[in-house]
C-alpha cells in the first residue's frame, strides 16, 4: 500500500476529512473533525490508529508491527509499521476500527447521523 491509495481508502469513509495541523508532513485523517489516523506524507513508514484497549493489547502480542502509539495515548492508539509484514486488508480493517472507536465516541446526534449515512447505502 502506498499513500496515495491509503488516502484515498480513508476519504472513501463517510464524514471523513484530512489537515495537517502538526507540520507540513503530517497528514491526519478525522472523521467529523475527530482525528481517527495520522501518517508522514513524506516517509508513509507507519500510521497511528486508535484501537480499543484490550484490542490494542492483543494485536501487539500477535504483530511484531504493530506498537503502542508513537507520541500518542498507549491505552488508545497503535503505530502500525508498514514494514510490508502485514497485508493491506489488515491496515485497512485496523483503519476502520480506529474510525469506529472514533464515530462510538462522537455524541450520540452525530453517531445517528452517520448511521444514517450507512444505511442509506
Avoid at 37 to 48: G, I, K, Q, Y
Avoid at 107 to 117: M, R
Wanted: with cysteine.
Amino acid at each position: 500500500m502506498n499513500i496515495e491509495s491509503y488516502r484515498d481508502f480513508c476519504l472513501s469513509l463517510p464524514f471523513t476529512g484530512e489537515k495537517t495541523p502538526f507540520d507540513q508532513v503530517t497528514l491526519v485523517f478525522t472523521v467529523m473533525d475527530k482525528m481517527f489516523a495520522l501518517t508522514n506524507m513524506d516517509r508513509f513508514e507507519s500510521v497511528n490508529l486508535k484501537c480499543n484497549p484490550e484490542k490494542s493489547i492483543q494485536l501487539r502480542e500477535e504483530y511484531a508491527a504493530i506498537i503502542p502509539g508513537w507520541h500518542m495515548n498507549k491505552k488508545h492508539w497503535n503505530t502500525v509499521i508498514l514494514d510490508g509484514s502485514l497485508h493491506d486488508d489488515l491496515i485497512k480493517e485496523l483503519t476502520m476500527h480506529s474510525y469506529q472507536c472514533v464515530v462510538n465516541s462522537l455524541p450520540k446526534k452525530l453517531q445517528i447521523e452517520v448511521e444514517k449515512f450507512h444505511t442509506s447505502k
